[in-house]
């Protein structure tokens, strides 16, 4: 049974990647409204069922109706970039057509909003708005340690169309080490490589592709050796 999770949660990890395979080529757990703290229980009973009141409040009155207009307006800008309206999905022009900018703005906290802002950086992205791309990405969050890693790898993108290759080497460096799934970490620990390797930073490149011939052969075809000969010639 573990088995077959551990490949479904691969099989997934690929399937993300493959979207960012196509980027190459051209060129939700909503965070806590109250912060614990171990001191709580000093402040009174009184208090803590106060705190514990609000929380479910704010809960029910707020948070829950706004996860559900945040989910509305995030589908309907899923529906355009699924038809490949490309700039409606996007939105943020309009109250009637709020697309994935407008959920952002209005419903950050939640799981669609923070979810919109990701979309919204990829379409920046694909548009070659890279700087705009990047600072949407930068704004997402998520538990999801995939789309963490996924997040990273579009930032390094971004970067190295902005010529910041210095910067997007470190970036696509977190996202090799990111996530627990086998197939993206080789995916961005050879972009890595490849970084390094332009930079002639040949001594980091042939770590990376160690790293993918020690870690991810079953990945990588054999290509890493190619790549450790090729950092000695570069």
């Known amino acids: 049974m573990a088995d077959l999770h551990n490949k479904k949660n691969e099989q997934e990890g690929k399937e993300t990647v493959e979207f960012f395979k196509d980027l190459d080529k051209e060129a939700l757990n909503i965070e806590s409204f109250l912060e614990k703290n171990a001191r709580a229980l000093s402040i009174g009973f009184g208090i803590l ?17 706004k996860n559900e207009e945040a989910t509305k307006s995030y589908l309907a800008a899923q529906k355009n970039l699924a038809e490949g309206k490309e700039d409606l999905a996007l939105g943020g022009k309009s109250v009637a057509n709020p697309g994935f900018i407008g959920t952002y703005e209005e419903y950050g906290s939640t799981k669609a909003g923070k979810l919109s802002a990701y979309n919204a950086g990829l379409i920046e992205f694909k548009k070659g708005n890279y ?45 090799s080490s990111a996530s627990d799934d086998a197939y993206t970490s080789y995916y961005f620990t050879k972009k890595a490589g490849m970084l390094a390797l332009a930079l002639k930073k040949n001594a980091d490149a042939k770590k990376y592709f160690a790293t993918i011939d020690e870690k991810y052969q079953d990945y990588d075809n054999g290509q890493s050796d190619a790549f450790i000969e090729m950092t000695k010639y570069y």
């Not at 997040?151 to 977190?174: E, F, H, I, P, R």
């Open 131 to 175: 700087q705009k791309a990047y600072d949407l990405l930068d704004k997402f969050s998520s538990d999801n340690k995939v789309l963490v890693a996924l997040k990273y790898g579009a930032m390094a993108d971004c970067l190295s169309n902005l010529n910041k290759a210095d910067d997007a080497l470190a970036m696509a460096d977190k996202a």
């Open 49 to 65: 069922i106060v705190a514990v009141l609000g929380w479910f409040g704010y809960q029910q009155f707020i948070l829950g109706p």
